[in-house]
């Protein structure tokens, strides 16, 4: 079993800044690509940012620029800096990770329970 547990999330006025924090813990073996993705309320989960093992980034176009994704793979934990903060920005946000698993064969992809980023106007 893998797991990952997000926290940092909460309320927060337009223009602040929050930063969330996922391990990830378990039978992991060779954690690859993690990432963070947002659910609004009546939308679809969307990708906010991903970044590799080797420390490739990849953003979404409207949080490009205000938000930042780090990680540290000693700690098998990713981070999500948010800066200048909107309210449509409100949303659940889960953490994502491709791994492998000790002593099995593949590569699952996993997902947390979620953070709620409310941001009030």
């Known amino acids: 079993q893998v797991q990952l547990v997000e926290s940092g999330g909460g309320l927060v006025q337009a223009g602040g800044s929050l930063r969330l924090s996922c391990v990830a813990s378990g039978s992991i073996f060779n954690l690859n690509t993690m990432g963070w993705y947002r659910q609004a309320p009546g939308k679809r989960r969307d990708m906010v940012a991903t970044?590799?093992?080797?420390?490739?980034?990849n953003y979404a176009a409207s949080e490009k620029g205000r938000f930042t994704i780090s990680r540290d793979n000693a700690k098998n934990t990713v981070y999500l800096q948010m800066n200048d903060l909107k309210p449509e920005d409100t949303a659940v946000y889960y953490c994502?990770?491709?791994?492998?698993?000790?002593?099995?064969?593949?590569?699952?992809?996993?997902w947390g329970q979620g953070t709620l980023v409310t941001v009030s106007s």
């Open positions: 970044i590799t093992k080797g420390g490739n980034t």
């Open positions: 994502n990770a491709w791994t492998g698993r000790s002593g099995i064969i593949g590569v699952i992809e996993v």
